[in-house]
């Protein structure tokens, strides 16, 4: 079976790619095994807008302390370096991943404002990155600040970035706009060469004993597959970049559908961590089995081919779908207890 497939300009022998993921991408033997085990290109753990933030604020305070002491001070100015140490390891791992990798490697660049943090993205690129994934993660909270001027924000934010770079450049985005397809084709206009759908807020959780709020991540699920499954199907073959799908693929069936709804690639993260990075070379054999028990020859045969362009009945996509699902939803009655919460 023909697995290769397209993504960001980049020849991939598979959709199967690693996605952003700091308990798995930090360490160069990690990512090793990952290749080894049919990783078509990997997504490094991000590195965030406050992290390179605080590394400035701590290089300004050195650069300024003191330097009113006396006159002497003023020539004093400590080595960079000493207070760049997180933005350089980042920098020198994809250097490494690049020396001892033969598949893409992918920046990752988490923010939300606009801002001097965005011309790293210039040096991800020197240090050898086949492209950059632009996560903004932005939970807009004031409340009188207008839905134009969130999506302002984004879309400055992405021409910002490709005024910095040549290397192509995802945007990993949440599904949370008040028109998803319009913004989807502003993003392409605005220059992003592919799309991620979708990046997944993780809301904090209450701890009733302590009465703090406290993170807690869930891995997701192939339930959280159905969001981003919709979308890549709605906009496969109308806005002029790439898409991706992320969340809740962990099954070969999960992989097939999201392929079908018009998805380049597939990201992996939850099934990874839950099953060792290994999993990779299972998920790929055994969509090559289906693939041929099902006589498809290659996964571009598959693209996009149960996108809402390619189906027979284009409605099932939007309110025919809705309605018709509530009308057959057949109630499943079961007993709870009230003091165990509800899987």
């Known amino acids: 079976?023909?697995?290769?497939?397209?993504?960001?300009?980049?020849?991939?022998?598979?959709?199967?790619?690693?996605?952003?993921?700091?308990?798995?991408?930090?360490?160069?033997?990690?990512?090793?095994?990952?290749?080894?085990?049919?990783?078509?290109?990997?997504?490094?753990?991000?590195?965030?807008?406050?992290?390179?933030?605080?590394?400035?604020?701590?290089?300004?305070?050195?650069?300024?302390?003191?330097?009113?002491?006396?006159?002497?001070?003023?020539?004093?100015?400590?080595?960079?370096?000493?207070?760049?140490?997180?933005?350089?390891?980042?920098?020198?791992?994809?250097?490494?991943?690049?020396?001892?990798?033969?598949?893409p490697i992918i920046g990752s660049l988490n923010g939300s404002t606009l801002g001097g943090w965005l011309d790293y993205s210039q040096q991800m690129e020197g240090a050898g990155a086949d492209a950059i994934e632009l996560n903004i993660y932005y939970v807009p909270t004031d409340l009188d600040v207008p839905g134009t001027e969130v999506e302002k924000n984004y879309l400055d934010i992405v021409k910002a970035v490709k005024d910095e770079v040549k290397i192509p450049v995802a945007v990993?985005?949440?599904?949370?706009?008040?028109?998803?397809?319009?913004?989807?084709?502003?993003?392409?206009?605005?220059?992003?060469?592919?799309?991620?759908?979708?990046?997944?807020?993780?809301?904090?959780?209450?701890?009733?004993?302590?009465?703090?709020?406290?993170?807690?991540?869930?891995?997701?699920?192939?339930?959280?597959?159905?969001l981003p499954l919709h979308w890549l199907a709605i906009l496969y073959g109308r806005i002029d970049c790439d898409l991706a799908a992320t969340s809740g693929i962990l099954h070969t069936v999960d992989l097939v559908k999201v392929l079908m709804a018009g998805a380049k690639i597939t990201q992996l993260v939850s099934a990874l961590l839950r099953h060792g990075i290994g999993y990779i070379h299972t998920l790929e054999n055994s969509l090559a089995r289906w693939m041929e028990e099902h006589e498809y020859e290659s996964v571009q045969?598959?693209?996009?081919?149960?996108?809402?362009?390619?189906?027979?009945?284009?409605?099932?996509?939007?309110?025919?779908?809705?309605?018709?699902?509530?009308?057959?939803?057949?109630?499943?009655?079961?007993?709870?207890?009230?003091?165990?919460?509800?899987?």
């Open 172 to 226: 990993k985005i949440s599904p949370f706009f008040s028109n998803m397809a319009y913004m989807a084709k502003k993003f392409a206009d605005y220059g992003a060469d592919g799309l991620v759908l979708f990046n997944r807020f993780y809301q904090p959780d209450f701890d009733l004993e302590s009465l703090e709020v406290y993170p807690h991540i869930l891995l997701s699920t192939p339930q959280s597959m159905r």
């Open 301 to 343: 045969q598959m693209q996009g081919s149960m996108s809402q362009l390619n189906c027979p009945d284009p409605t099932a996509f939007e309110r025919v779908q809705y309605v018709k699902a509530l009308q057959t939803y057949a109630p499943i009655w079961k007993a709870l207890d009230p003091l165990e919460p509800v899987g």
């Open 1 to 103: 079976m023909d697995l290769t497939t397209q993504y960001l300009g980049l020849n991939l022998k598979s959709p199967l790619v690693v996605g952003s993921c700091a308990p798995l991408t930090e360490e160069l033997d990690n990512l090793k095994k990952m290749e080894d085990s049919g990783a078509a290109a990997i997504v490094l753990h991000s590195f965030f807008e406050e992290q390179l933030r605080q590394e400035r604020l701590e290089m300004y305070y050195h650069l300024t302390h003191g330097t009113h002491s006396f006159a002497e001070a003023l020539t004093y100015f400590p080595e960079p370096q000493v207070f760049h140490v997180g933005s350089e390891e980042y920098l020198n791992h994809i250097r490494l991943a690049k020396e001892s990798l033969d598949i």
